[in-house]
């Protein structure tokens, strides 16, 4: 069972806007920075959103973050067939003194 | 353009040991946090440890401490991870990381392809 809790999977339709949540607790989201990252079968997992809410260098704008209090969410508007991945996120956890994700999301595109 | 390559991965029986390692080219290895992350079969995204640039700082998740360490060599650009006492729930995928800040605290921007630990009798 992860520290972070997601939900197993999303879907939506070519287009729409979707969020995924990520809730947490006070030593970890309610005290440090949210990072969300996209992981395609079979490659490497993409940083997608950094300090909640910042994209790094070619992420596009489609990719919105936001946190508030133990939560974190992140939003995908402009749905698009090769958005299908499976989404995670992260945070520092002072407790456990390491970082803990999210059980991921699996993203799928009707 | 920055690169991380894993190798080291291989087919192991419970009990025994392995090192990884992580070549990385492409930025200032020394000033930069370093982390290891797996993704087991069928399962999520899990951190395994991090360094800091300096090697000052190092953590583990629970699970591998006192069985895997940390280490990493600036004037050699490598990351390494000394897996010892292998057990069956470490097969994985292992994936080296560089971090967005020198303490190794801030996420990981950068992943290398990974490399299979499968640990097997």
């Known amino acids: 069972q992860s520290v972070l809790t997601q939900p197993p999977s999303v879907s939506g339709t070519p287009g729409q806007r979707v969020t995924i949540s990520c809730s947490g607790s006070n030593s970890n989201i309610g005290r440090n920075y949210v990072c969300w990252y996209r992981q395609l079968p079979g490659t490497a997992p993409k940083l997608l959103l950094y300090r909640n809410d910042q994209r790094p260098s070619g992420v596009p704008d489609r990719f919105s973050g936001s946190k508030s209090d133990t939560s974190g969410s992140l939003a995908i508007s402009g749905l698009r067939s090769d958005d299908e991945a499976d989404y995670y996120c992260?945070?520092?956890?002072?407790?456990?003194?390491?970082?803990?994700f999210g059980g991921g999301t699996k993203l799928t595109v009707l | 353009e920055v690169q991380l390559v894993e190798s080291g991965g291989n087919f192991v029986q419970p009990g025994r040991s392995l090192r990884l390692s992580c070549e990385v080219s492409g930025f200032i290895f020394g000033d930069y946090g370093m982390h290891w992350v797996r993704r087991a079969p069928g399962k999520g995204l899990e951190w395994v440890s991090g360094?800091?640039?300096?090697?000052?700082?190092?953590a583990y998740v629970d699970s591998v401490k006192g069985r895997f360490t940390i280490s990493r060599d600036n004037a050699k650009n490598s990351l390494y991870l000394q897996m010892n006492s292998l057990r069956l729930d470490d097969t994985a995928v292992y994936f080296c990381a560089k971090d967005l800040s020198a303490a190794g605290t801030r996420g990981f921007d950068y992943w290398g392809q990974g490399t299979l630990v499968s640990v097997s009798s």
């Open positions: 992260a945070a520092w956890d002072d407790i456990l003194a390491s970082w803990v």
């Open positions: 360094i800091s640039w300096d090697s000052n700082s190092k």
